[in-house]
């Protein structure tokens, strides 16, 4: 008799003891659930979080499926990715013919910068690569006899602040082919070589660069 008692007391306690450690094991994976962090941020370091199965956890945990292959990148801060603008007054380019500036039946051709974008994505583990694409159109005047014309395009990479100086400049040459009295012709260039350190603030600027101008009258 004792000993069904001790062997029931002993299968109580285990049980007991089970129970609980259930409880407390329910309690965290519920609290894991209900909330998980998504592992994203700003530039600024603050982070967010997400309700769900999704986020960091969801990429690597399955309902008894085995573990999936994670992705690095899941556990990466959002990457800054600087802003860019056209510089002032170089979006726009009319050429003609030698000693008839400004003359309307002189015009050889008319380029013009009307829309740009840009991506970021990590290089290696502290840089960012900058794409930028930028695109518009080459009117042909009526000087124009029909040919091959090339932009001047100049990208740079400026610090933040009050400096002048840039971290990178660039020239890039951009053919263009335009017959004579065609209508306009588009034009595009995508280029992706600028590589700037990880979440330092930057602004990327660019224009028609045709070097030094004379000062029209």
């Known amino acids: 008799m004792l000993k069904a008692v001790q062997t029931v007391g002993l299968r109580w306690i285990k049980a007991a003891a089970a129970g609980a450690l259930c409880a407390g094991l329910l309690t965290g994976c519920m609290s894991s659930s209900d909330e998980t962090v998504s592992g994203g941020g700003s530039a600024g370091g603050s982070g967010s979080s997400s309700s ?10 399955t309902s008894g499926k085995g573990p999936r292959e994670v992705n690095p990148d899941a556990f990466a801060s959002e990457i800054y990715c600087p802003p860019i603008k ?20 002189h015009l050889l051709y008319q380029a013009t910068l009307q829309e740009w974008a840009r ?11 900058i794409k930028l694409g930028l695109s518009g159109n080459v009117t042909p005047g009526p000087a124009w006899k029909g040919g091959e014309i090339v932009l001047p395009i100049r990208v740079a ?61």
């Not at 056209?86 to 500036?101: A, D, F, S, V």
């Not at 991506?119 to 690569?129: F, I, K, L, M």
């Not at 951009?174 to 930057?202: H, I, S």
């Open 86 to 105: 056209p510089r002032l007054n170089t979006y726009l380019i009319m050429k003609y013919e030698r000693g008839h500036e400004d003359e309307p039946k």
């Open 157 to 217: 990479v400026m610090p933040s602040g009050d400096s002048e100086k840039p971290l990178m400049s660039d020239l890039v040459s951009v053919p263009v082919t335009v017959g004579q009295g065609a209508p306009a012709e588009g034009w595009t260039m995508v280029e992706n070589k600028y590589v700037v350190q990880r979440n330092t603030e930057v602004m990327v600027v660019f224009g028609f660069d045709e070097g030094p101008q004379k000062k029209r009258r």
């Open 52 to 61: 769900g199965t999704g986020g960091v956890f969801g990429s690597i945990l």
């Open 119 to 129: 991506e970021c994505s990590r290089e290696g583990t502290d840089q960012t690569r």
